[in-house]
């Protein structure tokens, strides 16, 4: 069960050694810089079930993460809200997703936040293992962090 004060919890997905997948985690380290009181910053590498427990007890939850969709830009950040989010199902049994999180918290009554967006950067390969992001990722960054500031911005007026 969460015990955090805060109503308002960014998730930055991603791993420092897997290149350009660590561009979430650079954006939430760019973030805790320029925001105030009344909002916590978590990183994990890992998805799955574990975010249910940390999103627990949240109003509002963002999430920072790259994509590799394969139908975007290099660069390109997208935003997403919950309804986007419940459409992209993972399909194998190893692995749980957001949209069987959002599912199996409302089945068990497992107060869960009311809003939920993702900003997502796609990224050109996310099974590079190296550490430090590509130029093209490493100079949207700051862009990426603008406007998950702006979001949390308007959620904390």
Do not use: C
């Not at 975010?51 to 963002?62: A, I, R």
């Amino acid at each position: 069960m969460n015990t955090k004060t805060n109503p308002i919890l960014v998730i930055a997905l991603g791993n420092d050694i897997m290149g350009d997948d660590a561009a979430g985690l650079e954006a939430a380290r760019i973030l805790e810089k320029n925001i105030g009181s009344g909002i916590d910053i978590f990183e994990i590498a890992s998805a799955g079930f574990r975010l249910l427990d940390v999103m627990e007890g949240y109003e509002k939850v963002l999430l920072l993460d790259s994509v590799q969709s394969n139908n975007g830009h290099i660069g390109e950040i997208r935003e997403l809200d919950k309804k986007e989010l419940m459409g992209h199902y993972s399909g194998s049994p190893h692995y749980t997703g957001l949209p069987e999180i959002i599912e199996f918290a409302g089945r068990l009554d497992i107060k869960f936040p009311g809003e939920l967006k993702a900003l997502v950067i796609e990224i050109e390969n996310d099974r590079i293992i190296r550490e430090g992001l590509s130029p093209d990722i490493e100079k949207k960054i700051p862009q990426f962090a603008g406007k998950a500031l702006d979001i949390l911005k308007n959620w904390q007026n």
